[in-house]
């Protein structure tokens, strides 16, 4: 296949770099990312997109196109930051950056400028070709905890593409073959009765020990659920600091995972109930709060196929002198590492023949059920890195993770040409998605659960 759309992802590079530094430069959270998506969108305008804003009622989801007619293949930009993940960028040490509060720690400025770069080379694609076809960028904010793509999915943005594809920041070069679980939380507020502890304790009712005796009920429930069911908590009040006073109020966020939506439903019945023994138990009284949930990942095998493809056909990067001189000094601070792993993820990892399991989340099990969706894992960091610490955010400027970027750039853009090229596969992909999801989408979000804004 002719490849030369992907020179403008050199001719560009320098600019797609800066874009991604903007958004590193204003590390901004869940629903906050106005600098970050405000960067992308002036971009994609600037390069002939037409931008919708405000999807989903969230100011920071946008759809950005190109083209017209079908295929439609969105590429999915996240651009959120983690709070409180400050940091220098290129030292070995961990150092606060002055100038923010928070940090790239899930490397989503490289993401978003990722998908960015991707567009741009099919828009090259389109206009040389002249075929029929529209390409997007979907702009998804508040990916940590925020489950941005759930609020957009519900507007029905993601329905008519013909395929989604994104390309996150890891440790390791490969396409993503594994699902991921159906997860939700919801924060449980009891209330009880002020008393004083010594002199009175019989005139309070504590929604601490209310608190409590619902986790305990719940650390019993682990042993009755599916395997691959996951319940976690966080006692995020626990009714003040003095002892001697019954705790007239306490909180604990739940947070559950499930193979998908259903089953996820039936868990956080179960769970429920665990509050309302808790409460007729210690006459307290509770209510609860839904705050986000994330429908289970559907893979399209067909996509994974092709994506795959489109990596083996471009080299990797490989690391220059500096980032091994660099990568060395990170390599000292990360804990699980071996004598002899690598310094930097060099080899595209081959489709497993037996798809592990993952029990982990994300809220693009959304885009997942509504279009036929695929995702690559970048390999950017050094290997060990934690996903979400200092030593991301550390490396978030650095030479291997910027041409790790514009490398996704060109494998997403051949995959997505590939795609228009072939509509047979389209075809096929659509097919394995009516199957997996036999074309409902009933999301883990509650209808009347709006975004915390
Ligand atoms: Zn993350
Ligand atoms: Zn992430």
């Known amino acids: 296949m002719n490849m030369e759309f992907l020179s403008t992802i050199d001719t560009k590079q320098d600019e797609i770099i800066k874009l991604a530094d903007t958004i590193w430069e204003n590390p901004e959270i869940a629903f906050k990312e106005y600098k970050s998506s405000g960067a992308i969108i002036s971009f994609l305008k600037a390069n002939g997109f037409t931008v919708e804003e405000n999807i989903g009622g969230i100011p920071t ?8 007619g079908h295929p439609e293949i969105g590429f999915i930009a996240e651009f959120d930051a983690i709070a409180n993940l400050s940091q ?12 923010c509060v928070h940090g790239h720690a899930c490397g989503h400025h490289l993401y978003g400028a990722g998908a960015v770069a991707a567009a741009l080379a099919v828009q090259t694609y389109l206009k040389a070709s002249g075929k029929a076809g529209t390409v997007k960028v979907l702009g998804c904010p508040g990916e940590e905890g925020g489950s941005g793509k759930a609020y957009m999915a519900r507007t029905g943005v993601f329905r008519s593409l013909d395929a989604a594809m994104g390309g996150h920041p890891e440790c390791m070069w490969a396409v993503r073959t594994r699902p991921s679980l159906a997860c939700c939380n919801i924060l449980y507020k009891f209330d009880g009765r002020a008393s004083h502890a010594g002199a009175k304790p019989h005139l309070g009712r504590s929604a601490l020990d209310a608190v409590e005796l619902m986790n305990v009920a719940v650390n019993f429930l682990r042993e009755h659920i599916p395997y691959d069911n996951r319940v976690h908590y966080a006692i995020t009040d ?10 007239p109020h306490a909180e604990v966020m739940y947070m559950m995972r499930a193979k998908d939506n259903a089953d996820l439903n039936s868990l956080c019945k179960r769970v429920h109930k665990c509050a309302e023994g808790a409460a007729i138990a210690t006459e307290t009284t509770f209510s609860s709060e839904f705050h986000a ?51 930097y993820p060099t080899e595209l990892l081959p489709l497993p023949d037996v798809i592990s399991p993952h029990f982990g989340s994300t809220d693009t099990g959304d885009v997942s059920w509504n279009c036929p969706t695929v995702q690559m894992h970048v390999g950017c960091w050094v290997p060990g890195t934690p996903n979400h610490g200092w030593q991301t955010v550390a490396q978030g400027k650095n030479g291997f993770a910027r041409r790790a970027m514009l490398y996704t750039g060109k494998a ?3 995959a997505a040409v590939q795609l228009f090229e072939n509509p047979e596969l389209l075809a096929e992909a659509k097919k394995e998605h009516l199957a997996k999801t036999d074309g409902v989408y009933e999301p883990a979000m509650p209808a009347d659960v709006m975004p915390h804004l």
């Not at 989801?61 to 017209?68: D, E, L, T, V």
């Not at 220098?88 to 100038?99: E, R």
């Not at 626990?238 to 705790?247: F, K, L, R, S």
């Open 61 to 68: 989801a946008f759809i950005a196109s190109y083209g017209s």
């Open 238 to 247: 626990a009714g003040g600091t003095a002892p001697n006073v019954v705790q």
């Open 412 to 414: 997403l853009a051949l």
């Open 88 to 99: 220098v960028a290129q030292v070995a040490v961990q150092q606060k950056d002055p100038s």
């Open 293 to 343: 949930a994330s429908s289970n990942l559907i893979t399209i095998s067909v996509l994974q196929k092709n994506l795959y493809k489109a990596m083996a056909a471009i080299p990797l990067p490989q690391p220059d002198e500096a980032d091994i001189a660099f990568a060395r000094e990170i390599a000292k601070t990360i804990v699980d590492r071996k004598e002899d792993d690598p310094l």
